[in-house]
Nanobody
């Protein structure tokens, strides 16, 4: 199975930017479809952005035009660049890995993003 560790969260002012990173270990990184989800207090976990197959990406409407997901198979990492952040982007952001054959999903421990002035 794969282990995921997120980093890069923190406090940022509205309009600012953050880059989240997720490091994967323990398995063959290229066998996983990677993505980012978030969960705000009192709300369900929701998709932010993910790779569906190959380089095809899927973004939540709220993330389109502001967030960019990328992966580096040489470094076994997936990143989420977030620009023009809004207070409603405040949440715990989770990295997700889904095995391309079994469909088994794995989660990181999450990283807190707070957008506030």
């Amino acid at each position: 199975q794969v282990q995921l560790v997120e980093s890069g969260g923190g406090l940022v002012q509205p309009g600012g930017s953050l880059r989240l990173s997720c490091a994967a270990s323990g398995s063959i990184f290229s066998m996983y479809l990677m993505g980012w989800y978030r969960q705000a207090p009192g709300k369900q976990r929701e998709l932010v952005a993910r790779f569906n197959s190959g380089s095809i990406t899927n973004y939540a409407e709220s993330a389109k035009g502001r967030f960019t997901i990328s992966r580096d198979d040489d470094r076994n990492t997936v990143a989420l660049l977030m620009n023009s952040l809004k207070p409603e982007d405040t949440a715990v952001y989770y990295c997700n890995a889904r095995h391309t054959v079994t469909g088994t999903g794995y989660w990181g421990q999450g990283t807190q993003v707070t957008v506030s002035s």
